[in-house]
């Protein structure tokens, strides 16, 4: 949902005048440590309660997950991995929602002015209002997170709770989340945070741990500290993400030609026309 | 509409015949396409411009205003992909109608050679072995029915996006941007050639008929073979 008390940094589709950002606001994000997530799902049930989603219906399949995957009416999941690592089970569990990134692959995807933006604190937002449900983020999103919803006929995804972030609130998972793994702040503060709980792993037996805050996409809303930090795909994130090549090919150089190419050839047959007028039968005088 | 082509009692003869045949001389005039031709021409016709007009916008927002022609952006999207499915269709139906008399003959390619296409251009070329549809229309024809199997292939993936892997996604996402913009350039010289370069070809696509001399001009070996002077 779009909330206009805040201003808006970055706006899709939009040619001028996108962005009304005028006060300098700091980043926010949300940290996320998986070494300490208990796998409660107190997170999805305050995500449902706070936006009023309506329970999905799903089916058994030999998991914890509640969800296979995200749902248009379920945008924060709690995923989970078994994996056997140096002989042992790892039970890894990981908050699937919007990462919120700083270079917004839906964003820049979207065909519908203002239908995405991101305000001027780094929060990625539909703005229902806007949306006409084509779908292109879904193709522009590294990470697999914007569902189509059926009954809307519109995009749907993690707000950040803009509407609680906006009034000075912490987003609706993070007041939920009974251990502490969760913490919301400025974009500063949760990398200092990730990263000192990272230097603390490393001296746990975790040397490989790591913080997720890829600069593929300039860092993301989301800083995750993984205690398997070199296996970023154990937890289902992608290494190195970044806005598919296909749509920047598409916007960025096959859009701008194209336009070139149509006018040119409208101005082509103008030209023609000026230099050789009509093919006519004319009687002989 | 000359008066040669009333009978007595007034009904217009040339269209009456042209009902159901075509390539006959009648009243004084040469039917060239029979409603049949011209009702899938013009289907082809404004299901693309639907598809044209509904597009645009999504594709960019310079063409945004042209959203408010259907009413907004919303229904731009609503309406597309169903008005491509009836191009699709119309396509279809047309390719059958006509992929008979556009195969090229031998010795035509020659005439789509980069010097040919600008001496018919610049209008010097003498025509005199070109029949009822010349190699360039030919040419567009095969170019439409190609743009209509692209379309509809990469935009049926656009459409279900979440049914297709990623790399299929994108890929359709260039090839619908890549095949529309040929194919508008393409259109744009088809409209333009068909009305204002050349009267009274567009005649051939409303009333279906067209005089002696534009045949003579556009089409002498089909207008030899109309008029009974070749085989």
Known sequence: MSVHSLEIRRSSASLLGGATGMRALPDVAKYVDTSTCIGCKACEVACQEWNDLAPVATHQVGTYQTLPTLDAGFWNLIRFDEREVDGGLKWLMRKDQCMHCAEPGCLEACPAPGAIVQYANGIVDVNPDNCIGCGYCETGCPFDVPRFSAKTGKMAKCTLCVDRVSVGLEPACIKACPTGCLHFGTKEDMVALGSARVAQLKANGFPQAALYDPQGVGGTGVVTVLGFGDHPEWYGLAANPHVPLGVKLWKNILRPIGLIAIFGALIGTVGHYFTYGKKEYREEA | MSVASLDTHGADVAVTAGRDREDIVVGGEIVRHRRSSRFIHFAVAATFIVCLLTGLPIWTPFFTWMATLFGGLSFCRWLHPWAGIFFAVSSLVMFVHWAGQMTFEPGEKSWLSPKRLMSYLEYRDDNTDVGKYNPGQKLQFWCAILAAVGLLASGVVM?????????????????????????????????????????????????????????????????????????
């Open chain 2, 159 to 231: 459409w279900f996006p979440a049914s297709f892997p990623q790399i299929v996604r994108e890929l359709s996402i260039l090839l619908h941007s890549l095949t529309f913009i040929l194919f508008v350039m393409l259109i744009t010289w088809h409209v333009y050639l068909g009305t204002a370069a050349e009267p009274g070809t567009f005649h051939s696509m409303t009333r279906g008929t067209v005089t002696k001399a534009w045949a003579r001009l556009h089409h002498p070996k089909w207008y030899r073979q109309v008029m009974g002077l070749e085989k």
